[in-house]
């Protein structure tokens, strides 16, 4: 019976899954690394808004899959908490374009401190 190998595996794998909560926080603490990254090695220049429009999209990537998530779950968490993601990602979405015409690197630190804050947010509820 060569099945039971997979099955083992299978249940194996249940257990130790990343928890869906987790899983944004980690994604949050990526985009958040490459934006701090971004903004610490700033450099005017082809290559340095290479890298500092990488960040931004990268960001802004993760806050529309954010939207999406919403959008698709809604009855996932209180109507206050939907709503001010929402208000962040528009936000989000108005600064990254602004950022991009207007490259500063201290234009990450709003995207920074919002993702810090909503990761510690799925933090606390992790725990």
Do not use: C
């Not at 899959?65 to 809604?74: E, F, G, H, T």
Request: no cysteine; proline share 5%.
């Amino acid at each position: 019976m060569k099945y039971k190998p997979a099955i083992k595996a299978y249940e194996i794998a249940q257990k130790t899954a990343i928890k869906p909560r987790e899983l944004e926080r980690l994604a949050l603490a990526k985009t958040t690394h490459k934006l701090t990254s971004a903004k610490e090695n700033f450099e005017l220049g082809k290559s340095g808004y290479s890298k500092y429009a990488d960040a931004l999209k990268y960001n802004q990537k993760l806050w529309t899959l954010i939207q999406s998530n919403i959008a698709d779950n809604p009855k996932r968490g209180t109507a206050t908490l939907r709503r001010s993601l929402l208000s962040l990602s528009l936000f989000i979405d108005k600064h990254t374009i602004k950022s991009l015409k207007d490259p500063d690197p201290n234009n990450l630190t709003p995207l920074i401190e919002i993702n810090i804050s909503v990761s510690g947010g799925l933090y606390s509820q992790n725990n």
